[in-house]
């Protein structure tokens, strides 16, 4: 069974903070990678892809570590708006691409 | 555009009654997905579709039904409602391809007595 692993948190961490999240996948295939983010009684939104070059939005950067099988999530000068749970997303290559692997989520939250 | 819809957004049911969930998508997207979440059990896939009148088993499929007739909407049935089926029910569609975007619905929160 393939397995995306996240440490389920919860990050208590205050306003400005920087704060780091990683997560492992066991299929060495794996294709595609994305962090979703899932607010309180909502849905999922991707908050970013993750390539292999890595990748910055704003004040968020995603790394991937192919040889190693994980990927990270990096949340500089956190905001109270940031308190959220993330979730690590994997697609397989090939055949298995339609089908989306989801870590169980890292709860962050931003404290003033 | 409204993305992904589902109907109803809450629902109570009785162990043994039946229901249908409801998923639309407006935006011609080929995949579509039933998950359920639950606390501390993360997303979990009943069942998909990659094609209009094509549908597959996830990893919890039992005690679920679903038919894609048409393109646009993605329909999941309960038989026979168990109380183990109480959760936070998403549709979820998604482009082919290696990096396109899955939108989710709003989800339905079911509960069986």
């Known amino acids: 069974r393939k397995e995306v692993e996240q440490d389920p948190g919860p990050f208590n961490v205050p306003e400005g903070a920087t704060v780091a999240f990683n997560c492992t996948y066991s299929n060495s295939a794996s294709q595609s990678f994305f962090w979703y983010r899932q607010d309180c009684r909502k849905e999922p939104k991707l908050l970013m892809s993750v390539y292999s070059s890595g990748n910055e939005d704003g004040r968020f950067t995603a790394q991937l570590n192919r040889a190693s099988q994980y990927i990270s999530l990096l949340i500089r000068d956190s905001k109270l708006s940031d308190s959220a749970t993330y979730l690590c997303?994997?697609?397989?290559?090939?055949?298995?691409?339609?089908?989306?692997?989801f870590g169980k989520g890292t709860k962050l939250s931003v404290i003033p | 555009n409204a993305g992904v819809t589902q109907t109803p957004k809450f629902r109570v049911l009785k162990t043994g009654q039946s229901m249908t969930l409801l998923c639309a998508q407006d935006?011609?997207?080929?995949?579509m997905y039933w998950y359920r979440q639950d606390p501390g059990m993360g997303l979990r896939l009943i069942h998909y579709?990659?094609?209009?009148?094509?549908?597959a088993k996830g990893e919890v499929p039992d005690g679920y039904n679903v038919s894609r007739l048409k393109k646009q909407n993605f329909l999941l049935g309960l038989e026979s409602a168990a109380p183990s089926q109480t959760s936070v029910y998403f549709c979820a569609a998604r482009e082919s391809g290696g990096y396109n975007e899955q939108f989710f619905g709003p989800g339905t929160r079911l509960t069986v007595l």
């Open positions: 935006m011609n997207h080929e995949y």
């Open positions: 997303v994997v697609t397989e290559s090939g055949a298995g691409s339609y089908q989306l692997t």
């Open positions: 579709s990659v094609g209009e009148g094509t549908t």
